[in-house]
């Protein structure tokens, strides 16, 4: 059985911030989520008709005690769900985590700063025999690798999901294609390069943005091998960071050059105007041409693009949709309102086309 | 005065794995460089003339006994001068350090692995009340910047120097830039980004390589602005690290972007082929056009190429320039053969035009 964890949110729910309570509520291979803590404002309602999922039900409570009085099952873990600007833990949900622990429930946190560095946590914690973790917490540098060249040995297809802005589903888009590729019959896995991913299942990956610069390629690069060499995939998804133009930190590059990513699943917000989530100040985004070109100066391409529908409204999506199919000639997924379908047929060929390779490299 | 240091390269001194030494001995405003221990190969040579410099004295020694017996002054440091692949320690290496150690000389290491660690070397310097400093050690996370659009606020023009690859020269060639510039009236600072670099001067930058993802881009922005706030320079030269698309670690776009540098100076290897210093399973190096379209995608122009001729003939340099001038309209740099007084035209152009953006945006 999966351990039990409440998601803490207190009254960010809706917001950009609580991308990883976001990715829980919509899956999690790691834990069994028992629910949602935010507050009153939506206590009692479903967290997945909240975030626009169609199916299943994850409670919104009000505060712990709620929380634990409608829970017919012990709670293990409380998991922070939120990850401000900056990173700094918010002081409204420090005070839920030290309830948590005085009930006895272990604490994990993403966060930049780290949880298990605050003595009144960690006093407590110790008192009543729980743990807290901090998945940010950077890896020691005996167990980072670097780039060495084994990921030019991969047998399988390497797809990037890369977006050109944060926040625009590319871990959840990452997810979907995954699963709907294994409900086809194509073995597909998926290396995650984000806290919520570790957080959802990860077996394979890592937290890119706490590792040394200098490791970032090899640690991808070992994920991606390591994958490889243990479930033999059809195809391998590659959680994408940031963006490739991005100016508070790009990313992307060592995706497409170094994990050995020849294709790209390109996520675009097409109602969105400038980068950092709309912040004129920091530039107009790229039009999507423009990424495309880029990402084939890096000898890798685009193969459909996929739209992130915030804020736009059912004849904008369609029109939208229209729009960019006629500019790239590539498919136009939707992934929330449409599921994944549509790209398998793409998939299938690259599939193809990738055996015919190593059968020609065995037999020459 | 400045401290005494003396190089330790143990037989790697013409080798790439020592850059560190070479520029230590090209130029080294923090350290009086006495000598480099090299082993008995060149023992007696001049190690400027080694690496291609017309002018100045630096010794080279087979040991530390000799450099003892030779030096006048009383030696402060010795400085590991190599970095091999992979960032160990070489143990002929250690041998020397040990030895400094006892000696009543401190050390200073680059090297991903911490000297600091050795357990041996430790004792020996609290015995002897001696240092050890290392210089990759992470800075602490409380001491580090997220990127936050600072940038935009820089008053100084901005250029990168940037190569495709590893050791063509980039740290040289900015150190060279900022000297010719401030010789000509112009005020021009660095901001350097390894090791090397804080060993050199390093007033402004930090080590990039150690620095965990998620602030590079913060701490690039931070050192360029304090840089451009204590100095009002005229010109920032930035040192670029590893190359655009180096699958080894690409590096580049964060000083396009998010430290804002409009403009590079991009070095090329003409003879090199492959990307890992020629490593033909790591792929091609990008022909310059592709390189310099790649930059303009990010929004920054190339002002001006730089050759690394190492491995070429007289002939050869001078058939090199005449194909890049020809190929790209712009001026080519032979750094180490003419100087960089040719591009003195250009920077001047730039920092008027800069001037005259200043004063447009004060009166509108």
Same mark, same amino acid.
């Given at each position: !059985? #999966? /351990?039990?964890?409440?998601?803490?949110?207190?009254?960010?729910?809706?917001?950009?911030?609580?991308?990883?309570?976001?990715?829980?509520?919509?899956?999690?291979?790691?834990?069994?989520?028992?629910?949602?803590?935010?507050?009153?404002?939506?206590?009692?309602?479903?967290?997945?008709?909240?975030?626009?999922?169609?199916?299943?039900?994850?409670?919104? *409570?009000?505060?712990?005690?709620?929380?634990?009085?409608?829970?017919?099952? #012990?709670?293990?873990?409380?998991?922070?769900?939120?990850? /401000?600007?900056?990173?700094?833990?918010?002081?409204?949900?420090?005070?839920?985590?030290?309830?948590?622990?005085?009930?006895?429930?272990?604490?994990?946190?993403?966060?930049?700063?780290?949880?298990?560095?605050? /003595?009144?946590?960690?006093?407590?914690?110790?008192?009543?025999?729980?743990?807290?973790?901090?998945?940010?917490?950077?890896?020691? %540098?005996?167990?980072?690798?670097?780039?060495?060249?084994?990921? &030019?040995?991969?047998?399988?297809?390497?797809?990037?999901?890369?977006?050109?802005?944060?926040? !625009?589903?590319?871990?959840? @888009?990452?997810? !979907?294609?995954?699963?709907?590729?294994?409900?086809?019959?194509? %073995?597909?896995?998926?290396? &995650?390069?984000?806290?919520?991913?570790?957080?959802?299942?990860?077996?394979?990956? &890592?937290?890119?943005?706490?590792?040394?610069?200098? +490791?970032?390629?090899?640690?991808?690069?070992?994920?991606?091998?390591?994958?490889?060499?243990?479930?033999?995939?059809?195809?391998? +998804?590659?959680?994408?960071?940031?963006?490739?133009?991005?100016?508070?930190?790009?990313?992307?590059?060592?995706?497409?050059?170094?994990?050995?990513?020849?294709?790209?699943?390109?996520? +675009?917000? /097409?109602? %969105?105007? *400038? &980068?950092?989530?709309?912040?004129?100040?920091?530039? =107009?985004?790229?039009?999507?041409?423009?990424?495309?070109?880029?990402?084939?100066?890096?000898?890798?391409?685009?193969?459909?693009?996929?739209?992130?529908? #915030?804020?736009?409204? =059912?004849?904008?999506?369609?029109?939208?949709?229209?729009? *960019?199919?006629?500019?790239?000639?590539?498919?136009?997924?939707?992934?929330?309102?449409?599921?994944?379908?549509?790209?398998?047929?793409?998939?299938?060929?690259?599939?193809? @086309?990738?055996?015919?390779?190593?059968?020609?490299?065995?037999?020459?």
């Amino acid at each position: !059985m #999966k /351990p039990t964890a409440l998601l803490i949110t207190q009254g960010q729910l809706t917001g950009n911030s609580a991308k990883t309570a976001h990715g829980l509520i919509r899956s999690s291979g790691r834990f069994e989520i028992a629910g949602v803590i935010d507050g009153e404002r939506y206590a009692g309602k479903n967290a997945r008709a909240l975030i626009g999922e169609r199916t299943g039900y994850v409670p919104i *409570y009000a505060n712990l005690e709620q929380a634990l009085e409608n829970s017919d099952q #012990k709670i293990d873990y409380a998991i922070v769900g939120v990850a /401000p600007k900056g990173g700094r833990l918010p002081s409204e949900i420090k005070v839920v985590l030290r309830e948590c622990l005085q009930q006895g429930i272990s604490l994990i946190s993403g966060l930049h700063e780290f949880i298990g560095d605050a /003595p009144d946590l960690v006093s407590l914690a110790r008192e009543n025999g729980q743990t807290i973790t901090d998945i940010r917490r950077p890896v020691e %540098r005996k167990d980072l690798h670097f780039w060495d060249g084994s990921i &030019f040995r991969v047998r399988a297809t390497v797809v990037a999901v890369l977006g050109p802005d944060t926040n !625009m589903g590319k871990r959840t @888009t990452a997810n !979907m294609l995954r699963e709907t590729c294994n409900s086809h019959g194509i %073995r597909a896995e998926m290396v &995650f390069t984000g806290q919520t991913g570790w957080l959802q299942d990860g077996r394979y990956g &890592f937290v890119l943005d706490t590792t040394p610069n200098d +490791f970032v390629s090899g640690e991808l690069a070992y994920w991606v091998c390591k994958c490889d060499e243990e479930t033999h995939p059809d195809i391998i +998804f590659l959680e994408g960071q940031s963006g490739l133009r991005n100016p508070s930190g790009p990313c992307g590059s060592e995706l497409l050059l170094s994990a050995g990513a020849k294709h790209v699943v390109l996520l +675009f917000s /097409p109602a %969105r105007r *400038y &980068f950092g989530d709309n912040n004129p100040t920091w530039g =107009e985004l790229p039009a999507v041409e423009s990424e495309i070109a880029l990402i084939r100066l890096y000898g890798s391409e685009v193969i459909a693009l996929a739209l992130h529908t #915030k804020g736009c409204s =059912e004849t904008e999506i369609s029109d939208y949709r229209r729009e *960019y199919t006629e500019r790239t000639g590539l498919p136009v997924l939707l992934p929330l309102q449409n599921g994944m379908e549509e790209i398998l047929p793409v998939i299938s060929s690259l599939i193809r @086309t990738r055996r015919q390779e190593l059968a020609g490299r065995q037999t020459t």
